[in-house]
């Protein structure tokens, strides 16, 4: 019976061995986190570790190794020049204050506790505008040598210069400087974790959403400090490139619709002025999405963007086809006005220049002159006579004034009827501007092609 009991006990003592090498909690250890924390004597009330950089001997800086991933570009906003990333940062260093040995706690040797509890370095972004709209995580990490960890998302509204240019083909890059913003580099000394190539790789992979963006790199440039008084920084250069497709559709696209349709209406009659409302209802078209583009670019640009050098050529190419459109129909116009009222007017003025002179069959000839469409000068003869017949009573003398007079009429009727036949021949100012038009469209589509041929020129060499 004694035997029995005795292997009953050593069992129950092999099992318990057991339970206590394996990952089971064992009661006679220390094994939770909390006994952790309170090895290292840390509490809320303890303000040993929180209130001051860690080091035993001030002499001795801090490492701070830094490491950024760009999980989403949110929004670039071109007119107030704004780069809204939203990114994920390590911060890791060393407290020499905090160590302990895994093997008296279970082999525990990582232990997070709220961040409120140690000291952490004050990093800042230079180009950050508005406070971070994402909450900071409320914890840090800590392991068995004594190295800090902290992570957090941030959701960054930073100042970015843009260079629009070449806008919407650009390509933009954007910083984002890290440093610390009362520690010199005595006390702090900025490193980065990785390099440029395994920033862009580990910003590619963990990328969420580009808004119209595409991401290409990321460059990382550690900016150490010889001065020991100033600040360590280091620079994170993001480079997007914008998707220009749906500018393409929703802007050039249109304006190019809108001079081919330009082109078109020299096809339609200048005689009517529906050729010309058209033009002028064109002309507002590419108005408005000129006004549209006004809200999209900045202007503050050091140079005139080529999307708005674009517009405006095409804007004062359409302006100088619109104008010519209004020398045609004034050529047009100037040729069917009706003939000879210069002329008629002219004689009115000779004849009433001599109506106190001459009796009423006088008044009436030179009328009949006036309106003399083809008539002799036989033919006004016997219309003289026949008036001459009907006043018998009237003076001979005044009879060969008015015979003198009518021959000197028609010697100037005859001349100037004659220079007129040759100098304006019925659809001479209309033949003129059919030629004017032929001329000017052939120099339209020359300059139109090369101004376009230099647009695409400059867009592709940049």
Known sequence: MLFFGSLLLLVFLTVLLLMCSSDDVCPEENCSYQDVLNYLNMSRNNERFSMSRPVKDYRHTTPVYLEVVLYAILDVVEKEQKFIPYVWTVVRWHNEYISWDPNQ?????????????????????????????????????????GDVEVQNVQVLVSTCRMQIYMFPFDTQSCNLTFQSVIHAAKDIRLRASDNSSEATE???????????????????????????????????????????????????????FFLGLDLASFLMSDTSGEKLGFKVTVLLAVTVLQLILN?????????????????????????????????????????????????????????????????????????????????????????????????????????????????EMEKTLSLILSSRRDECKPGYWSAAAKRVNKVFFIFYVIVITVFLFWLFLMWKSE
Request: charge should be negative.
């Open 202 to 256: 580990e910003s590619r992979e963990a990328m969420r959403t580009q808004y119209e963006w595409l991401f290409i790199n990321m460059t990382v440039t550690p900016r150490n400090s010889t001065d020991l008084l100033c600040q360590d920084v280091i620079v994170y250069t993001i480079k997007m490139k914008r998707r220009s497709a749906l500018y393409i559709v929703n802007f050039i696209l249109p304006i190019l």
């Open 295 to 407: 809200d999209i670019l900045p202007s503050s640009s050091d140079r005139i963007p080529l999307i708005a050098v674009y517009c405006i050529g095409i804007f004062a190419l359409m302006m100088l086809s619109l104008l010519e459109t209004i020398v045609l129909m004034y050529l047009i116009e100037k040729d069917s006005a009706p003939q000879g009222n210069e002329k008629s007017r002219s004689l009115r003025d000779k004849c009433n220049q001599g109506k106190d002179n001459y009796n009423n069959c006088h008044e009436a000839l030179c009328y009949q002159i006036l309106f003399w469409s083809g008539e002799t000068p036989s033919e006004l003869l016997s219309m003289a006579n026949e008036c001459q017949s009907r006043k018998l009573v009237e003076d001979e003398r005044v009879l060969d004034t008015v015979s003198d007079e009518l021959r």
């Open 105 to 145: 706690f279970c082999g525990i040797d990582n232990v997070s506790m709220p961040a409120e509890l140690l000291w952490k370095p004050d990093l800042t972004i230079v180009e950050m505008t508005e406070k971070d709209k994402a909450r900071p995580s409320p914890y840090l990490t800590i392991n068995a040598k």
